[in-house]
């Protein structure tokens, strides 16, 4: 039976070398070869990348919690913190799914677990996870920051990164952007340190629980008006900046951690009017 089926390949393979239709042959077959080989390296390495991948957000929650340090091991720093699921709609905590695994990229691509989003989608998401985590940092006790997870369109990629917040709901401890695929040198500055450096003590919300926060064009003069709630654009990357401006703007708002933040932080729950400057 394998005898008869291989009775093919064994003609092809007995044409001389210079046969258009040997060439053919080989070249298939060593298509088949390298695909096969592709593929099996893909899936024996796939649960190697996902825990690099869990490893590598833990070391950015553990470094925009502010609790980074030479020969901190970020695995141990990150026990320390604690990790919640959120329902958006409602802003509560959920406990029916374990929030160490669960997986927010997953959740935005099952229609059953997220929600469509059409002219509300300002962060260029198409749908949004009906859950998300949120991870608490407490220091002796005490509440000292709230991390959320943020993701959004840039000008060539979704850029994924984490809002560290300060317990009033309003005042940004940090940012990171962890993952993004904009140009290096321009659109891929959101990840700089220097850039990132100017996020903390930043005004994201106002008083009437509109988010305020805006990625300026140019650079913001200390002291104008506004300063405390704008963040130098970055030169040459206008496009990439507002991608930062809309994703902040949409995770802060109703549809993304707005009924979260007003029912565990100061951020007052009703929303009218707002900064649109
Ligand atoms: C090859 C190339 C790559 C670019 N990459 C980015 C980018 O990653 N992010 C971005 O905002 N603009 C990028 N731009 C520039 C945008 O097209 C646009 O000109 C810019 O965002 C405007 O910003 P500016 O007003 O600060 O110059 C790129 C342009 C070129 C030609």
């Given amino acids: 039976m394998i005898a ?4 093919p390949l064994r003609a092809v393979f007995a044409l001389p070398n210079d046969d258009p239709r ?14 096969v080989v592709v593929s099996a390296t893909a899936v024996t390495l796939r649960p190697l990348q996902e825990r ?26 990150f026990e320390q913190i604690e990790t919640r699921l959120v329902d958006l709609d409602t802003g509560t905590f959920v406990d029916d799914a374990d929030p160490r695994t669960y997986s927010y990229r997953d959740a935005a691509q099952d229609p059953a677990r997220s929600t469509a989003l059409g002219d509300t989608d300002i962060a260029g998401i198409r749908s949004r996870p009906d859950r998300m985590p949120v ?13 959320l997870p943020v993701y ?5 990629s979704t850029m994924h990164g984490l809002l560290a917040v300060a317990p009033d709901g309003r005042t940004a401890r940090g940012l990171t952007f962890y993952e993004q695929r904009e140009t290096a040198g321009l659109g891929s500055e959101v990840a700089s340190e220097r850039w990132l450096s100017q996020w903390p003590g930043k005004t994201l919300i106002g008083p009437d629980g509109e ?6 064009k140019g650079n913001v003069e200390a ?3 506004n300063a405390d709630r704008r963040v130098d654009g970055l030169s040459g990357a206008t496009l990439t900046g507002n991608g930062v401006t809309r994703l902040l703007r949409f995770w802060l708002g109703e549809q993304g951690y707005g009924p979260f933040l007003a029912k565990h932080t100061d951020v007052p729950s009703r929303r009218r009017g707002g900064d649109h400057g």
């Fill in 4 to 7: 008869t089926a291989l009775q």
């Fill in 22 to 35: 040997k060439t053919v042959a080989v070249a298939l077959a060593l298509c088949l070869a390298c695909s």
């Fill in 52 to 77: 690099n991948a869990a490893l590598a957000l833990k070391r950015e929650v553990v470094k925009v919690a502010g609790l980074a340090g030479p020969g901190m091991d970020p695995a141990r720093a």
């Fill in 135 to 147: 991870y608490l940092v407490r220091e002796e006790g005490e509440l000292r920051s709230i991390i």
């Fill in 152 to 156: 959004g369109a840039g000008l060539w």
């Fill in 211 to 216: 988010p305020v926060i805006r990625v300026a």
């Fill in 223 to 225: 002291g104008s008006p």
